[in-house]
């Protein structure tokens, strides 16, 4: 420590004097600085004060430039302490001279390690290549021996199924040959099939000499379960044929079981498939028919019958023995040639199950043909679509159907076609015609066709029997004998009864189905009894009796009509029609009855604009009428009223008829009195007139006690 001042001041006195001998040229060289400056003529004055620019930030730069140090004098103070550091850092490097050494030796023995881990490193390497070389070898026999085993575990596959395809079982040849057609048995011979389909589709098969050791066996077991299958369903099909026997049951829960039996003799069978086939629609063919035929038979007893060809609508009552028949039949009936009535319901019962015969025949039922003729179709398409949907079910085939209903279809048309020949009951077969509509719908919703043809056969053969039975009602209007007839009653006449009941049905029946030839038809029928009723009509002596005669007729045929419904049709319109003008002409001829001088003078007499001197009436003109109308007129409308209440039938009829005829009454007195203000000295005759208040006044008391 004592050294360190002596040292220092040495070092300042050494420093002194080297400053005194430093020489700054040796140092930095013959810089020149003013006078390169001044005689370097390529340096741009711009590049020094862009650079002047720049580092005027610069701290060290900015001090120098503010202090006016020159640069010569900063230059030497850098280099001195340039040096003085160098000399610290000679001193640092000698302090520090024995820890470099300690630090080379160490990293010498480093080297050393290092050396020898690299020596060990490289045995290690070439180690594991020969390793890696091992592995490469031992990885590609593996993949070899994988390679192997996916080829020989394909053989294996294909062996085995081969051998499992055509090998057959003791417990296989046990099932077929001596066990019974059960599940088990259809499973067995499903087995089977696959053993045969195998065998006859491989060629390769064909060529291996396992199947002439199989082969053999093979065959023999497929004749086998051939002539068992046949056995046994031959069986189920003769159970179909014995009495009471349910056959869709039978055929659902049992025939459906074993179908299979069927596929299997299609396949490996087909000329006993063929024989199955046949034995079937025999079978169902018979039976089928047979059932049929019995409950027609028992149909038949049930029958009612409504009309024979004598009830026609022109045919007088006298001779169609409506007297003798009676007896036999229920008067009810009768009725129901040509009313509608409660027949109307079969529609409603379209799809109620078919009739059983001997429950109605026990309650002693009788029906209208038409009702036998729904449960007869309804049993037929039901049983036809049961059938249809077994035989594609068990059989695959749709076109069987058509040979095993051959023979219930003939049993059917044959008992359809002798009553159809027979029939004269139009609204029945009208029913008739509905109710085939209505099946052709069902068969349409359950997308069953089978019955189609059929169906549309039917229909074809009800509307030209329709047409004939319209036809012998319309000749019977057209030709009958109004002589024979003609009835001296004012009263609506039977026939017009029938005619109004006979169209109200058929247009009742024609609402939801618009048959515009049905509709031409029955104008033909309007215009046949209106013909006749004129006739009718003209028998009677008197207009007036003509008149009531029509008007009673024309009124009974609107009230059925309208009975019928809302849809009268334009019959309901064109009697509406004739009615009104013949209600006219029974006004006129019922008030000339009673007061014909005062009608003749009032439409003799000309109206108040257009009236001359010549016709302007007198007092003594008038003067009878008024005094006799005044005398006389409630006795008169009381004989009105009476006539009115005995020559119609309808009251209400009647009540509108007599308001009328009042009414006109009035005008026609109202256009007198007017007349009568009019002449010259008619008030004298005031005192007679009848005030238009009291007659009104009686027309109400008509109209209120009618």
């Not at 449960?375 to 049961?386: E, M, N, P, R, V």
């Not at 749709?398 to 095993?404: K, Q, R, T």
């Not at 009553?419 to 719908?441: F, P, S």
């Not at 007198?618 to 009223?641: G, Q, T, Y």
């Amino acid at each position: 420590m004592e050294a360190g001042p002596a040292a220092a001041a040495e070092a300042h006195d050494d420093g002194r004097g080297q400053r005194e001998r430093f020489d700054l040229g040796v140092l930095v060289g013959d810089l020149a600085l003013d006078e390169d400056v001044a005689s370097d003529e390529d340096e741009s004055l711009e590049g020094l004060r862009q650079e002047l620019e720049d580092c005027k930030d610069d701290e060290e730069v900015a001090n120098i430039l503010a202090n006016g140090i020159k640069l010569r004098d900063y230059t030497k103070g850098v280099e001195n302490n340039i040096r003085q550091i160098e000399l610290d850092s000679i001193q640092d490097y000698i302090g520090e001279s024995e820890n470099l050494v300690s630090l080379h030796d160490q990293i010498h023995d480093c080297d050393n390690i290092l050396s020898q881990m690299e020596t060990l490193l490289t045995g290690f390497q070439t180690e594991i290549g020969s390793i890696s070389s091992e592995i490469k070898v031992l990885q590609e026999k593996s993949m070899d021996m994988g390679l192997k085993l996916k080829n020989r575990k394909a053989a294996e596959c294909k062996l085995s199924k081969f051998v499992e395809d055509i090998i057959v079982p003791p417990r296989m040849i046990d099932i077929i040959v001596d066990g019974e057609v059960n599940d088990e048995y259809m499973k067995t011979l499903e087995t089977l099939s696959r053993k045969i389909k195998f065998i006859e589709a491989d060629a390769m098969v064909k060529s291996s000499k396992a199947l002439k050791d199989v082969q053999p066996e093979v065959e023999r077991l497929r004749q086998k379960a051939v002539s068992k299958i046949f056995e046994f369903v031959i069986q189920k099909f003769y159970a179909l044929r014995k009495p009471k026997t349910n056959i869709q049951i039978l055929q659902q829960s049992v025939l459906l079981k074993y179908k299979y039996t069927i596929v299997f003799l299609k396949e490996h069978a087909k000329e006993i498939y063929t024989e199955v086939r046949a034995a079937y629609i025999d079978t169902m063919n018979k039976v089928l028919s047979a059932h049929f035929r019995a409950y027609i038979q028992a149909l038949e007893k049930l029958q009612l019958d409504i009309a024979t060809s004598t009830d026609l609508l022109g045919v007088e009552t006298r001779s169609t023995g409506f007297l003798f028949t009676i007896g036999k039949e229920p008067l009810k009936s009768r009725s129901s040639v040509f009313a509608l009535g409660e027949r109307i319901n079969i529609l409603k019962e379209i799809d109620q199950p078919a009739l059983i015969p001997h429950i109605a025949e026990a309650k002693s039922q009788k029906y209208p043909y038409e009702v036998l003729f729904r449960s007869l179709q309804k049993l037929l398409i039901d049983t036809a679509t049961s059938e249809y949907l077994f035989s594609d079910d068990f059989f695959g085939e749709e076109s069987l159907f058509n040979d095993i209903f051959a023979g219930p279809i003939q049993v059917v048309d044959e008992h359809f076609n002798a009553v159809l020949l027979n029939c004269y009951d139009a609204i029945g077969i009208m029913l008739m015609i509905r109710i085939i509509h209505q099946h052709q719908l069902i068969m349409f919703k359950r997308r069953i066709p089978c019955l189609d043809s059929y169906l549309d056969k039917v229909n074809l053969s009800l509307w030209p029997r329709f047409k004939m039975v319209f036809d012998l009602h319309l000749n019977s209007l057209r030709n009958a004998n109004f002589k024979t007839l003609w009835e001296d009653d004012v009263h609506p006449h039977y026939v017009m009864r029938r005619y109004a009941e006979f169209t109200a049905s058929l247009v009742h029946l024609n609402v939801e189905y618009g048959d515009g030839q049905l509709d031409l038809n029955l104008e033909r029928l309007r215009m046949a009894i209106e013909d006749l009723l004129v006739k009718l009509a003209k028998m009677f002596p008197k207009p007036k009796l003509q008149t009531v005669f029509l008007i009673n007729n024309y009124d009974l045929t609107i009230s059925i009509l309208k009975e019928a419904g809302t849809e009268g049709g334009k019959a309901q319109l064109h009697f509406e029609e004739i009615l009104k003008s013949n209600i006219a002409i029974y006004v006129e001829e019922l008030l000339l009855e009673h007061f014909s001088d005062l009608i003749k003078f009032v439409k003799a007499r000309p109206s108040e604009d257009t009236a001359t001197s010549s016709d302007k009436a007198s007092v003594s003109d008038v003067e009878p009428l008024v005094k006799d109308f005044a005398s006389r007129w409630k006795a008169a409308i009381e004989l009105m009223h009476k006539d009115v209440i005995t020559s119609f039938s309808n009251f209400l009829c009647g009540m509108e008829i007599l308001k009328a005829a009042l009414t006109q009454l009035l005008l026609y007195y109202t256009r007198l009195t007017e007349c009568v203000k009019r002449i010259n000295g008619g008030s004298a005759l005031n005192k007679d007139l009848v005030s238009i208040s009291s007659i009104l006044y009686e027309i109400k008391k008509y109209s209120r006690t009618f």
